[in-house]
């Protein structure tokens, strides 16, 4: 998901800080969306790598850090309707000068809720920066600059070589997909991403052409994002031991209609970017089922991001921002897998542990468990949501973020969908308020309880295709109730 960011934004840097301007001990930082970025809290960090007197490569990282600002504590903008809204926004600037700080850091640390955790986390940044600096330094001491440049070049020419061969040993044609979004949690209306992938000998043309115009909410998803869900749509028919560095892409052509919502004119809101990522990967992998059914997958549950701030006994302002995952789409020849970070989020070992959580934070995990029945009902059945249930032990502000909570995610091939998930407060007097999929600003008192449940993934194939004798096992795993199995799948299991 950052790849594409970080080869996006160095031209940006390169455009406003020539390589002649560039001295030792230089270190830079951006995270403007339309120049290479993913939204205000991913900051993009480059830190020059000099060799033989100039700058020869840069070491970059890039990562989610906390608050910067913007109308909604954790930058989760839910409704937001503009960038501006998402927080403090960077052009390519210097954060140090030679080595030196500069007032850039006070800056960044003046626009946060919460200044201590956030200059750690840029600072965090820089000393990956340095890290890979030296590293390459290292190299260079070793084998010289040329002789790293040759090996570089080597190893682009390698993962691009491969990829055409892959690409080549795809039938030639256009294939068409589409996905639709069920709302941004600002109009009424409906957005469509479509897509029509051609594969031509060794080469591919992504083409968005059809797709709906950008959003007025925050779904809008910037090039650098919606490149990184193409790369990684076609790569999931290519080999997987193809090294993933920037020869992946120059094979593959993507074009981007400007003004929709893969790829917004600015100040459009890109903070939930994610749910258009998400829909155009969907759209490809339904386009190249076409060419490659055994490689079928059906639609994901999405993540599901929340936030939680607070002041704490102390005065202090106090702020988190997690997130659950939903059930993975079932795909040819497998069940979903439950629960864990569809597409290229990472997989569920990202998810912070329950007990240091608990420790930093005033709040009980009161629950966390597998939803049965969520998954959509098929052949092959999808992924199983998750319900969390958060006790919050002082007066919290609850910000939540989520898709394929109104529409779940649909099952494809004869399937069925998944269950969809959603959020909740149930209220210290008994009451139980319902939260929209994207809400900020949600006051709850000591006491009351969040919940979150995490949409199911899809089915794949007719459900009547579906071994009773699979049926029967999902029962006693408990993935499904007997009532689920007897309504979804006309099996009858004793209880």
Request: hydrophobic share 40%.
């Amino acid at each position: 998901m950052h790849g594409a960011s970080l080869r996006c934004s160095l031209p940006s840097l390169l455009e406003d800080h020539p390589l002649d301007t560039m001295r030792p001990g230089d270190v830079f930082a951006m995270n403007d969306p339309f120049r290479g970025g993913i939204h205000a809290n991913d900051i993009v960090i480059f830190r020059p790598v000099f060799a033989e007197g100039r700058p020869r490569w840069f070491g970059g990282t890039l990562i989610h850090v906390a608050d910067v600002g913007g109308a909604a504590a954790g930058g989760l903008a839910a409704v937001a309707t503009d960038t501006f809204a998402e927080g403090i926004l960077l052009p390519p600037v210097r954060l140090y000068a030679e080595g030196a700080e500069t007032d850039v850091m006070r800056i960044i640390g003046r626009n946060s809720r919460v200044p201590d955790k956030v200059l750690g986390d840029v600072k965090a940044l820089v000393a990956g920066a340095h890290t890979v600096a030296r590293r390459v330094e290292a190299l260079v001491e070793r084998y010289g600059a040329d002789g790293l440049a040759a090996f570089v070049e080597g190893s682009l020419a390698y993962a691009e070589r491969r990829t055409r061969q892959e690409i080549e040993a795809l039938p030639d044609g256009t294939y068409r997909g589409s996905f639709t979004i069920d709302t941004d949690g600002i109009s009424e209306r409906t957005f469509d991403v479509a897509v029509a992938v051609t594969v031509d000998g060794d080469r591919v043309v992504v083409d968005f052409d059809g797709t709906s115009p950008q959003s007025g909410g925050a779904i809008n998803s910037s090039v650098s994002q919606t490149t990184s869900g193409v790369i990684f749509a076609v790569r999931c028919f290519l080999d997987p031991s193809i090294p993933m560095n920037d020869g992946c892409f120059r094979p593959i052509e993507v074009r981007l209609p400007p003004g929709t919502v893969v790829n917004p004119s600015p100040p459009a809101a890109c903070g939930g970017r994610i749910v258009t990522v998400a829909a155009a990967i969907d759209a490809i992998l339904d386009a190249l089922s076409g060419c490659r059914p055994e490689h079928g997958v059906a639609p994901s549950g999405l993540v599901q991001v929340f936030t939680l701030t607070g002041v704490d006994d102390d005065g202090a302002r106090w702020i988190t921002l997690l997130y659950e995952f939903g059930g993975i789409g079932a795909r040819t020849g497998s069940d979903g897998p439950d629960a864990t970070g569809a597409f290229f989020l990472g997989g569920r070992s990202v998810i912070p542990q329950i007990e240091p959580l608990e420790g930093q934070y005033p709040f009980v995990v009161r629950r966390s468990r597998l939803l049965p029945d969520s998954g959509g009902p098929g052949r092959w059945r999808g992924g199983l949501g998750v319900e969390t249930e958060i006790e919050l032990l002082v007066d919290t502000v609850v910000g939540v973020r989520g898709d394929r909570l109104e529409v779940p995610p649909p099952g494809a091939r004869g399937g069925e969908p998944g269950r969809p998930g959603g959020w909740e407060l149930r209220r210290g007097d008994g009451t139980v308020d319902r939260l929209g999929s994207r809400q900020s600003g949600v006051e709850a008192k000591a006491g009351d309880v969040f919940v979150l449940r995490t949409s199911g993934g899809g089915g794949l194939g007719p459900v009547a295709e579906r071994s009773p004798d699979d049926v029967r096992a999902d029962v006693a795993e408990g993935r499904v109730s007997p009532e689920g199995a007897a309504r979804d799948y006309g099996v009858e299991v004793a209880r």
